[in-house]
């Protein structure tokens, strides 16, 4: 079982930036992705982000599409989101999350393994 643990979050005014670290310890496969959530207080948990660990490719949400990047160092075992423009619309607890590699990169149901998260608040 991957174990995952998040950093970077914070409070930031409107515009600004943070970037958000995930890092394992145990083995990621190939095969999966590592991708972002987040979740808001009286909201469902809402895809953001994911990277497919070999090959690199990503899928965006288009909510964050232009603002948001996400990256990885695969030496670091460490998942990275680059969060530019931040709105207040933005504020949420962030995860990150483990998949299988099967089913749909966007949906937190083929997600097995999570983070316990980080709080990102964008002020006014």
């Known amino acids: 079982q991957v174990q995952l643990v998040e950093s970077g979050g914070g409070l930031v005014q409107a515009g600004g930036s943070l970037r958000l670290s995930c890092t394992a310890s145990?083995?990621?496969?190939?095969?999966?992705?590592v991708g972002w959530f987040r979740q808001a207080p009286g909201k469902e948990r809402e895809f953001v982000a994911a990277i497919n660990w070999n090959w690199g490719h990503t899928y965006t949400a288009d909510s964050v599409k232009g603002r948001f990047t996400i990256s990885s160092d695969n030496a670091k075992n460490t998942v990275y989101l680059q969060m530019n423009s931040l709105k207040p619309d933005d504020t949420a607890a962030y995860y990150c999350a483990v998949s299988s590699g099967v089913g749909n990169p966007k949906t937190a149901a083929n997600f097995g393994s999570w983070g316990q998260g980080t709080q990102v608040t964008v002020s006014s």
């Open positions: 145990g083995r990621i496969f190939n095969s999966n992705f």
